[in-house]
């Protein structure tokens, strides 16, 4: 199988009935063989899926899409690699747009929320050698057509939901993969990153707003997004100051 409308993300589209993690396969993939750039592994039945911070992705089978594509960004030094991040969640946030009118944003540092519930992770791994990327694996699970989720996920919500439509599957991969070359070509092209993460923090979920957020020891405080480092790390503003975070350091309440 392969899409139809990319140059070469998902002309090499490994399709499985079911697999316990796209990103998995990838990765071991990466181990065994070299696969051309652009190689995505799809399932309608991931059994496994992962999130960010090693949490699950609920997912009902065949009812949405779990696909990895992977990538090989050596142009990006490893210092600006958040870049590929930027890229790519900008991409599915596009993709989310075209499909629902309600106001989509990109949860740090890449989830999709579609008002104040998300509809799409993303879970980027990257392989570093001779301080290059060498290879990135890219997994997006996207909720499309599933209409009730676990207490485990009391914020999710499905391209179903927010549209009263139900979704063709492999019609979506095609724009999905469609999406991500067109902003990944961009970011080939791009040799400087800052108009990309202005408009990412033009995009970006509570960006400026007074919100709660936990830190790692459980306190809480009030503060806004006040920018992102090129690192990737959260830039906050509050009444101790200016404060930056990595992932495992914060959370959103």
Same mark, same amino acid.
């Given at each position: 199988m392969h899409t139809k409308n990319t140059l070469f993300i998902g002309k090499v589209l490994l399709d499985f009935p079911e697999l316990e993690s796209t990103n998995l396969y990838a990765l071991e993939l990466l181990t065994k063989s070299k696969p051309i750039e652009g190689t995505v592994i799809s399932t309608f039945q991931q059994t496994q899926g992962r999130?960010?911070?090693?949490? %699950?992705?609920?997912?009902?089978? @065949?009812?949405? !899409?779990s696909l990895s594509v992977i990538l090989h960004?050596?142009? !990006?030094?490893? @210092?600006?690699?958040f870049a590929l991040n930027l890229?790519?969640? !900008?991409?599915v946030r596009d993709f989310i747009a075209k499909n629902v009118e309600k106001t989509t944003k990109?949860?740090?540092?890449?989830?999709?929320?579609?008002?104040?519930?998300?509809?799409?992770?993303?879970?980027?791994?990257? %392989?570093?050698?001779?301080?290059?990327?060498? %290879?990135?694996?890219?997994?997006?699970?996207?909720?499309?057509?599933?209409?009730?989720?676990?207490?485990n996920a009391p914020n999710a919500t499905s391209?179903?939901?927010?549209?009263?439509?139900?979704?063709?599957?492999?019609?979506?991969?095609d724009d999905l993969c469609l999406f991500v070359e067109q902003?990944?070509?961009? !970011?080939?092209?791009?040799? %400087?990153?800052?108009?990309?993460?202005?408009e990412y923090l033009q995009h970006l979920y509570r960006y400026g707003e007074e919100s709660s957020f936990r830190r790692a020891d459980g306190s809480v405080f009030q503060g806004s997004i006040n920018d992102i480092m090129p690192s990737g790390k959260l830039l906050i503003n509050s009444a101790f100051g200016e404060e930056t975070f990595s992932i495992k350091e914060i959370s959103f309440l």
């Open positions: 999130g960010q911070i090693g949490s %699950s992705w609920e997912s009902e089978p @065949h009812k949405n !899409l960004p050596v142009f !990006l030094p490893l @210092h600006e690699s890229a790519i969640s !900008l991409a990109v949860k740090w540092p890449n989830d999709i929320y579609v008002g104040n519930r998300k509809i799409c992770g993303i879970l980027i791994q990257n %392989s570093i050698g001779n301080g290059l990327l060498q %290879s990135s694996v890219v997994g997006i699970g996207v909720n499309v057509n599933q209409t009730s989720f676990s207490t391209l179903t939901l927010e549209t009263a439509r139900t979704f063709p599957l492999y019609d979506l991969i902003r990944y070509l961009n !970011l080939k092209k791009t040799t %400087s990153f800052e108009s990309l993460r202005q």
